[in-house]
């Protein structure tokens, strides 16, 4: 894995965990209206593994995850990309979100070669 600063980790960290408390937020609330969570539920499982993956390669935290799981994960984090860079780009230049959105993208980057890496 590529050498990343402190900064860039904890940073990738904080997004990958407002990412799984959005997801975690959109489920709950998915599931009070009684539609269907397929979707979120998996993106969820993809996100906390990728934290899980990057927490691995840094923290040396283990993780139990299977190879399966782990190309499941990078599959679902890949599929993330176009709704996000479609955002990214509509985004104004300097503002919040589109800082947020740069550290989302960054670090599901990470992630994916985090999961790379263990594959």
């Known amino acids: 894995m590529e050498t990343v600063s402190n900064e860039d980790k904890l940073e990738s960290i904080k997004s990958l965990q407002s990412t799984k408390s959005k997801l975690e937020k959109a489920l709950s609330q ?3 209206k009684g539609v269907s969570t397929t979707l979120v539920k998996k ?3 993809a996100v906390c593994t990728g ?3 990057l927490e691995n390669v840094w923290n040396q935290s283990p993780h139990y995850y ?3 799981d782990l190309a499941e994960a990078r599959k679902v984090l890949i599929g993330l990309f176009p ?3 479609n955002v990214y780009v509509k985004s104004k230049p300097g503002s919040s979100q589109r800082t947020l959105l740069e550290r989302r993208i960054k670090a599901l980057k990470l992630a994916i070669q985090a999961i790379d890496d263990n594959l």
């Open 83 to 85: 709704s996000i860079e």
């Open 51 to 53: 934290l899980a993956m």
């Open 43 to 45: 993106r969820l499982k």
């Open 66 to 68: 299977t190879q399966e």
């Open 30 to 32: 998915m599931t009070q």
